[in-house]
């Protein structure tokens, strides 16, 4: 009876070790459900405070060089979505980006991180900004382990070219999802 308690108990052990992997996860300590009128753009009829949030990461995979973040609108009615952060080249040694990192004239990110071009037409953080009495959207926060330390891009490259670099060089992702609507006036 002994003998089989302890096979069990290490049976229970080793399955637990080998199934309760840690995995690659993107949290926020501003960025909750729903986006709020501190990341709501400022513009476009709009009149947020247009800051990006805190975004943190862990256990990001073995062989990771760097990081890319992104944040974009699928329901955006535009046939392709919108595109409202687009972020890459974050060193391996980064785990985190603090609220505001996407105001690019507050230097808030590391030394080379480049902040490309949204669908605002603009570098850096363009916050959220649907349409009156379109519904709720859904904003997709993503980071990316990435398998290269540089995309090899410039701040003038457009979202879809820096997804198609992000698509060619991810070992991992993952996401938070945030919603916000705004009401008819």
């Excluded at 003038?156 to 070219?161: C, D, Q």
Aim: charged content about 15%; overall charge negative.
């Amino acid at each position: 009876m002994k003998k089989t308690n302890f096979i069990l108990g290490l049976l229970l052990t080793i399955s637990s070790t080998v199934f309760a992997q840690n995995t690659f996860t993107l949290s926020s300590n501003d960025l909750g459900g729903e986006a709020t009128s501190i990341e709501e753009f400022n513009g476009f009829g709009c009149t947020g405070d247009n800051q990006s949030p805190q975004l943190s990461w862990k256990n990001a995979p073995e062989g990771t060089k760097s990081f890319a973040v992104t944040m974009y609108d699928p329901d955006a009615p535009t046939g392709s979505g919108w595109w409202h952060w687009v972020v890459f080249d974050i060193p391996n040694t980064i785990s985190e980006l603090v609220s505001g990192a996407g105001n690019i004239d507050l230097k808030l990110t590391p030394e080379g991180v480049i902040q490309s071009l949204t669908d605002y037409g603009a570098n850096g953080y363009g916050g959220p900004c649907p349409p009156e009495g379109h519904g709720i959207h859904q904003y997709i926060v993503t980071v990316y382990a990435l398998k290269t330390d540089k995309l090899g891009l410039k701040e003038t490259t457009n979202a879809a070219v820096v997804g198609y670099y992000l698509w060619n060089n991810t070992l991992a992702k993952a996401s938070i999802v945030a919603y916000y609507s705004r009401e008819k006036k």
